[in-house]
């Protein structure tokens, strides 16, 4: 997003997991997976501000694998 007013800046933080600075006025926030991204994009429009893009973060499927194995319980290999 751009043009972010600075009285805003302190704000954009709520509901955000996590918000980073990438220039003046410029900033990238990565909302909750229960987050509604319609309402946050409203309310930031409302206030002067220009949202570049909106990209879904998904999980890869190495995420996911390293996901399961860490789950998996350890096997005992000793006998083979």
């Known amino acids: ?3 972010v007013p600075e009285h805003i800046q ?7 997991r996590h918000v980073t600075r990438l220039s003046d006025g410029r900033f990238a926030l990565e909302l909750g997976g229960d987050a509604q991204p319609e309402r946050v994009v ?6 002067g501000v220009r ?8 999980a890869t499927l190495e995420d996911v694998f390293v996901r399961k194995v860490g ?3 350890p096997r005992d290999t000793m006998g083979v």
Do not use: F, T
């Open 1 to 3: 997003m751009a043009a």
């Open 42 to 47: 409203s309310e930031l429009a409302a206030e």
């Open 51 to 58: 949202v570049i893009a909106l990209n879904p973060i998904r």
């Open 71 to 73: 789950e998996s319980e």
């Open 10 to 16: 302190p704000r954009l933080s709520e509901g955000a």
